[in-house]
């Protein structure tokens, strides 16, 4: 199957989101998910399993004004 | 008269220091904690952005931040849209658990201008859906006031264009701005030096946000502490209630007892 993270397709097999990040090693607690457009909230990721065609954004705080 | 016992409360919080600073442009993280501290600020901006998912070696901005010390108040910079600044606020609470916003909504690339239209539109949802809103916008008295009714914790209107550094340059409107809104008027964006904070909080604003400001002088460190200094001599200076202007000389020597 083939998810779309942060824009680029990326080929996946199935696994939930927080197994997505920690192949991205990504940390968790640093980040927020928007999962098809909706917010994936923190509690979900375990639970949440991915799906052909889903679209992500995985996001952080930079630096800004 | 102190500037301790004077806070700025924004939607029931209250603040010691009326100087906000962003977190963008410096050279360094290093750089960037120096100035954060030196500014004496405790409201700090930050960007929503992607993470680079296929180069994970960039360090993380929450690394270098005290977010005990600090309160970060996430931007929808670089948003053209009410949809795109609503979503992006709803990542920022997720991945900060505030709910207080920055919410800027841009019109063109060139002047950075808000999109006064979609501002509006974007604070409407905002504020139904619990957050804290706190618009950057355009120095008209008007649109402040939608804002304020819509329910923003703050109205933000800009000095002069963000980055441009050319200063307060209608001390009438935000002085008009301030007559007509009730929530604290922050002077978001347009500060070059120190004099120019300084102007703002002499009008009597209750704080002032900058960034580039601090980040792109030549040391943005010393800048930082200029900028607290500016920030808390305006206040100082319009608690104390300024002479007026007159055209002729007033002595300030006494005319009585002059030699003959």
């Known amino acids: ?65 | 008269m102190s500037t301790t016992n004077d806070k700025l409360i924004i939607a029931g919080r209250e603040f010691s220091s009326r100087l906000m600073v962003g977190t963008g442009k410096y050279a360094s993280n290093e750089q960037m904690v120096a100035a954060l501290e030196a500014s004496g600020a405790e409201i700090i901006t930050v960007a929503v952005r992607r993470v680079n998912i296929t180069d994970r070696s960039k360090e993380s901005l929450l690394d270098f931040i005290d977010t005990k010390k600090y309160t970060l108040l996430p931007n929808t910079a670089g948003c053209y849209t009410a949809d795109d600044a609503v979503r992006t606020c709803r990542l920022a609470r997720e991945a900060g658990m505030s709910d207080m916003v920055k919410l800027e909504v841009l019109g063109n690339e060139k002047t950075l201008y808000p999109d006064n239209e979609e501002l509006l539109k974007a604070a409407k949802i905002l504020v139904k859906d619990g957050f804290t809103v706190l618009p950057y916008t355009s120095d008209d008295p008007i649109v402040c006031k939608k804002l304020e009714d819509i329910g923003c914790a703050a109205v933000m209107p800009l000095g002069a264009p963000i980055g441009s550094g050319l200063g307060i340059r209608n001390p009438y409107t935000i002085r008009i701005i301030m007559e007509t809104v009730k929530v604290p008027v922050i002077v978001d964006a347009g500060v070059g030096t120190a004099s120019d904070a300084a102007i703002a909080m002499e009008l009597g604003v209750d704080g002032v946000l900058m960034n580039t400001g601090i980040a792109g002088a030549q040391n943005p460190i010393a800048m930082a502490e200029a900028m607290n200094l500016a920030v808390r001599a305006g206040r100082l200076a319009y608690r104390a209630g300024r002479i007026p202007k007159k055209l002729y000389a007033t002595a300030s020597s006494p005319i009585e007892g002059m030699i003959e």
Do not use: C, Q, W
């Open chain 1, 1 to 65: 199957m083939e998810i779309i993270v942060n824009g680029e397709a990326r080929a996946a097999t199935p696994m939930s989101m927080l197994e997505l990040l920690r192949s991205l090693d990504i940390d968790p607690r640093r980040v927020a998910i928007e999962l098809n457009h909706d917010i994936l909230p923190k509690g979900e990721y375990e639970s949440t399993i991915l799906n052909d065609g889903d679209r992500i954004e995985i996001v952080h705080f930079v630096g800004g004004g």
